[in-house]
Protein backbone atom coordinates (compact mmCIF):
# COMPACT_ATOMS: atom_id res chain seq x y z
CA UNK A 1 0.00 0.00 0.00
CA UNK A 2 1.27 3.55 -0.65
CA UNK A 3 2.54 5.49 1.84
CA UNK A 4 0.39 8.88 2.03
CA UNK A 5 1.52 12.07 1.47
CA UNK A 6 1.39 14.70 4.73
CA UNK A 7 2.13 18.28 5.37
CA UNK A 8 4.13 19.00 8.46
CA UNK A 9 6.26 21.58 7.23
CA UNK A 10 4.76 24.57 8.99
CA UNK A 11 5.54 22.59 12.57
CA UNK A 12 8.25 23.51 14.94
CA UNK A 13 10.00 20.45 17.08
CA UNK A 14 12.40 21.07 19.85
CA UNK A 15 14.05 18.61 21.97
CA UNK A 16 15.94 18.72 25.18
CA UNK A 17 18.66 16.28 26.17
CA UNK A 18 19.27 15.96 29.56
CA UNK A 19 23.23 13.90 29.19
CA UNK A 20 25.51 14.90 31.59
CA UNK A 21 28.56 14.85 28.97
CA UNK A 22 28.89 18.55 28.19
CA UNK A 23 29.69 19.27 23.96
CA UNK A 24 32.03 18.00 21.87
CA UNK A 25 31.51 14.76 24.48
CA UNK A 26 29.33 12.10 22.69
CA UNK A 27 25.97 11.34 24.10
CA UNK A 28 24.35 8.43 23.88
CA UNK A 29 21.03 10.39 24.19
CA UNK A 30 21.77 12.30 21.43
CA UNK A 31 21.63 8.97 18.76
CA UNK A 32 18.73 7.69 19.64
CA UNK A 33 17.12 11.98 19.47
CA UNK A 34 18.75 11.59 16.21
CA UNK A 35 16.51 9.09 14.83
CA UNK A 36 13.57 10.79 15.92
CA UNK A 37 15.36 14.26 14.57
CA UNK A 38 15.72 12.96 11.36
CA UNK A 39 12.05 11.69 10.49
CA UNK A 40 10.88 14.64 11.31
CA UNK A 41 13.51 16.70 9.62
CA UNK A 42 12.84 14.59 6.53
CA UNK A 43 9.10 15.57 6.79
CA UNK A 44 9.88 19.44 6.54
CA UNK A 45 9.82 20.28 10.48
CA UNK A 46 11.89 22.63 11.70
CA UNK A 47 13.88 21.23 14.54
CA UNK A 48 15.85 22.43 17.13
CA UNK A 49 17.67 20.56 19.85
CA UNK A 50 19.42 21.79 23.31
CA UNK A 51 22.10 19.97 25.28
CA UNK A 52 20.75 21.48 28.56
CA UNK A 53 24.46 20.99 30.22
CA UNK A 54 26.13 23.71 27.82
CA UNK A 55 23.59 26.20 28.42
CA UNK A 56 23.84 28.61 31.33
CA UNK A 57 20.23 27.44 32.38
CA UNK A 58 19.80 28.35 36.14
CA UNK A 59 18.64 25.83 38.65
CA UNK A 60 15.26 27.25 40.74
CA UNK A 61 11.38 27.59 40.66
CA UNK A 62 11.46 31.19 38.63
CA UNK A 63 11.01 32.27 35.44
CA UNK A 64 14.18 34.39 35.70
CA UNK A 65 16.19 33.38 37.73
CA UNK A 66 18.66 36.33 37.43
CA UNK A 67 15.73 38.08 39.61
CA UNK A 68 16.57 35.89 42.33
CA UNK A 69 20.46 36.43 42.28
CA UNK A 70 21.66 34.16 39.66
CA UNK A 71 23.89 35.97 37.55
CA UNK A 72 23.22 34.26 34.03
CA UNK A 73 20.02 32.29 33.23
CA UNK A 74 19.06 31.41 29.40
CA UNK A 75 15.53 29.48 30.41
CA UNK A 76 14.14 32.98 29.44
CA UNK A 77 15.42 33.14 25.82
CA UNK A 78 14.99 29.43 25.63
CA UNK A 79 11.25 29.51 26.89
CA UNK A 80 10.32 32.31 24.04
CA UNK A 81 11.53 29.45 21.25
CA UNK A 82 9.37 26.91 23.16
CA UNK A 83 6.28 29.37 22.82
CA UNK A 84 6.74 28.45 19.15
CA UNK A 85 7.53 25.00 18.95
CA UNK A 86 4.47 22.44 18.16
CA UNK A 87 6.30 19.29 19.39
CA UNK A 88 8.56 18.95 22.62
CA UNK A 89 10.87 15.55 23.58
CA UNK A 90 12.02 15.89 26.75
CA UNK A 91 15.05 13.34 26.92
CA UNK A 92 17.92 12.11 28.95
CA UNK A 93 19.98 8.93 30.28
CA UNK A 94 19.13 7.11 33.20
CA UNK A 95 21.31 7.24 36.43
CA UNK A 96 20.45 5.46 39.62
CA UNK A 97 17.15 4.82 37.99
CA UNK A 98 15.71 8.00 37.47
CA UNK A 99 15.95 10.99 35.19
CA UNK A 100 19.24 12.82 35.44
CA UNK A 101 19.78 15.98 36.95
CA UNK A 102 20.10 17.88 33.76
CA UNK A 103 16.51 16.52 32.70
CA UNK A 104 15.01 17.11 36.07
CA UNK A 105 16.12 21.21 35.87
CA UNK A 106 15.08 22.05 32.72
CA UNK A 107 11.57 19.83 33.85
CA UNK A 108 11.58 22.18 36.59
CA UNK A 109 12.18 25.48 34.58
CA UNK A 110 9.16 24.46 32.55
CA UNK A 111 6.96 23.79 35.95
CA UNK A 112 8.46 27.16 36.86
CA UNK A 113 6.49 29.04 33.52
CA UNK A 114 3.70 26.61 34.19
CA UNK A 115 1.14 29.55 35.19
CA UNK A 116 1.34 31.35 31.82
CA UNK A 117 -1.66 31.63 30.32
CA UNK A 118 -2.28 31.87 26.24
CA UNK A 119 -3.31 34.44 23.85
CA UNK A 120 -6.43 32.60 24.66
CA UNK A 121 -6.58 32.06 28.16
CA UNK A 122 -5.57 28.73 28.38
CA UNK A 123 -2.74 27.23 30.45
CA UNK A 124 0.70 28.25 28.06
CA UNK A 125 1.50 24.95 26.71
CA UNK A 126 -2.10 23.98 26.03
CA UNK A 127 -2.11 23.01 22.32
CA UNK A 128 1.39 21.83 21.68
CA UNK A 129 2.49 17.79 21.75
CA UNK A 130 5.02 16.33 24.26
CA UNK A 131 7.34 13.17 24.16
CA UNK A 132 10.28 11.68 25.77
CA UNK A 133 13.16 9.42 24.66
CA UNK A 134 15.09 7.37 27.57
CA UNK A 135 18.87 5.90 27.42
CA UNK A 136 20.76 4.00 29.25
CA UNK A 137 22.20 0.44 30.69
CA UNK A 138 20.38 0.10 33.22
CA UNK A 139 17.04 -0.51 34.97
CA UNK A 140 14.36 2.27 34.60
CA UNK A 141 13.31 3.49 31.18
CA UNK A 142 9.63 3.19 31.97
CA UNK A 143 9.66 4.47 35.30
CA UNK A 144 11.96 7.63 33.71
CA UNK A 145 9.21 8.07 31.30
CA UNK A 146 6.42 8.16 32.95
CA UNK A 147 8.26 10.64 35.69
CA UNK A 148 8.50 13.17 32.01
CA UNK A 149 5.27 11.99 30.25
CA UNK A 150 3.61 12.58 33.95
CA UNK A 151 4.96 16.18 34.29
CA UNK A 152 4.66 16.91 30.43
CA UNK A 153 0.72 16.89 30.91
CA UNK A 154 0.37 18.26 33.88
CA UNK A 155 1.85 21.75 32.71
CA UNK A 156 -1.28 20.80 29.78
CA UNK A 157 0.99 19.28 26.86
CA UNK A 158 -1.32 16.67 24.89
CA UNK A 159 0.26 13.26 25.19
CA UNK A 160 -0.32 11.18 21.96
CA UNK A 161 -0.35 7.56 22.04
CA UNK A 162 3.32 5.58 22.28
CA UNK A 163 4.64 8.58 23.26
CA UNK A 164 8.07 7.47 24.95
CA UNK A 165 11.20 5.52 23.58
CA UNK A 166 14.16 3.93 25.11
CA UNK A 167 16.78 1.46 24.66
CA UNK A 168 18.19 0.14 27.73
CA UNK A 169 21.16 -2.67 27.35
CA UNK A 170 22.65 -5.45 29.74
CA UNK A 171 22.16 -4.51 33.15
CA UNK A 172 25.30 -3.28 34.65
CA UNK A 173 28.42 -1.51 33.48
CA UNK A 174 29.32 -1.87 29.76
CA UNK A 175 28.51 -0.36 26.21
CA UNK A 176 25.37 1.56 25.98
CA UNK A 177 23.53 2.74 22.43
CA UNK A 178 25.51 3.23 19.62
CA UNK A 179 28.84 1.70 21.13
CA UNK A 180 31.02 -0.06 18.83
CA UNK A 181 32.25 -3.60 19.87
CA UNK A 182 35.24 -4.94 18.62
CA UNK A 183 33.54 -6.97 15.90
CA UNK A 184 32.89 -3.60 14.43
CA UNK A 185 29.03 -3.33 15.18
CA UNK A 186 27.68 -0.85 16.88
CA UNK A 187 25.19 -1.95 20.27
CA UNK A 188 21.39 -1.12 19.85
CA UNK A 189 21.42 -0.23 16.39
CA UNK A 190 19.72 -3.49 15.75
CA UNK A 191 16.92 -3.21 18.21
CA UNK A 192 13.92 -3.56 16.65
CA UNK A 193 12.00 -2.98 19.74
CA UNK A 194 14.02 0.62 20.05
CA UNK A 195 14.19 1.40 16.42
CA UNK A 196 10.04 0.93 16.13
CA UNK A 197 8.65 2.28 19.11
CA UNK A 198 11.28 5.52 18.33
CA UNK A 199 9.55 5.98 15.02
CA UNK A 200 6.31 5.08 16.49
CA UNK A 201 6.49 7.75 18.64
CA UNK A 202 7.66 10.20 16.36
CA UNK A 203 4.84 10.00 14.06
CA UNK A 204 2.50 9.91 16.70
CA UNK A 205 3.57 12.98 17.49
CA UNK A 206 3.53 14.82 14.29
CA UNK A 207 0.17 13.57 13.36
CA UNK A 208 -1.03 14.88 16.93
CA UNK A 209 0.73 18.69 16.70
CA UNK A 210 -0.98 17.98 13.15
CA UNK A 211 -4.38 17.81 14.66
CA UNK A 212 -4.35 20.20 17.04
CA UNK A 213 -2.71 23.10 14.32
CA UNK A 214 -5.70 22.55 12.16
CA UNK A 215 -7.47 22.65 15.15
CA UNK A 216 -6.39 26.19 16.43
CA UNK A 217 -5.82 23.53 19.69
CA UNK A 218 -7.99 22.44 22.27
CA UNK A 219 -11.38 24.49 22.06
CA UNK A 220 -11.13 27.30 25.08
CA UNK A 221 -13.76 26.37 26.70
CA UNK A 222 -13.98 24.29 30.14
CA UNK A 223 -10.39 25.15 30.91
CA UNK A 224 -9.60 28.92 30.92
CA UNK A 225 -8.17 30.38 34.14
CA UNK A 226 -9.56 34.19 33.80
CA UNK A 227 -13.15 32.44 33.23
CA UNK A 228 -12.64 30.58 36.50
CA UNK A 229 -11.70 33.57 38.39
CA UNK A 230 -14.42 35.64 37.04
CA UNK A 231 -16.98 33.03 38.23
CA UNK A 232 -17.81 30.59 35.58
CA UNK A 233 -18.10 26.94 36.73
CA UNK A 234 -18.39 25.33 33.51
CA UNK A 235 -20.98 22.55 34.98
CA UNK A 236 -19.35 22.36 38.04
CA UNK A 237 -21.74 21.62 41.00
CA UNK A 238 -20.22 22.03 44.24
CA UNK A 239 -21.41 19.10 46.30
CA UNK A 240 -21.95 20.96 49.32
CA UNK A 241 -25.02 22.97 47.55
CA UNK A 242 -27.33 19.68 46.69
Known sequence: ????????????????????????????????????????????????????????IATGMWPDMRQRGWDKDDWPA?????????????????WLGDNSSQTKKIIERFYSVGHDLNERGQYM???????CIVS?????????????LYSLQHLSFTIP???DAGWIGEIGPGPSYGDVLPDGSKVGFDSDFTNRNL?????????????????????????????????????????EYR
Open 199 to 239: TFMTWNLMHMARLLKDTDGLPAYGNVRRGWDAGERYDFMNP
Open 1 to 56: MAAKTYDFSDLRAMFFNGTLERSPEPSHTDRLIAISQGIMERQGIQTELIRTIDTD
Open 136 to 148: GNEDGVKHCAMNI
Open 78 to 94: VYERVKAAHIVVIAGPI
Open 161 to 163: PTA
Open 125 to 131: FMGKVGG
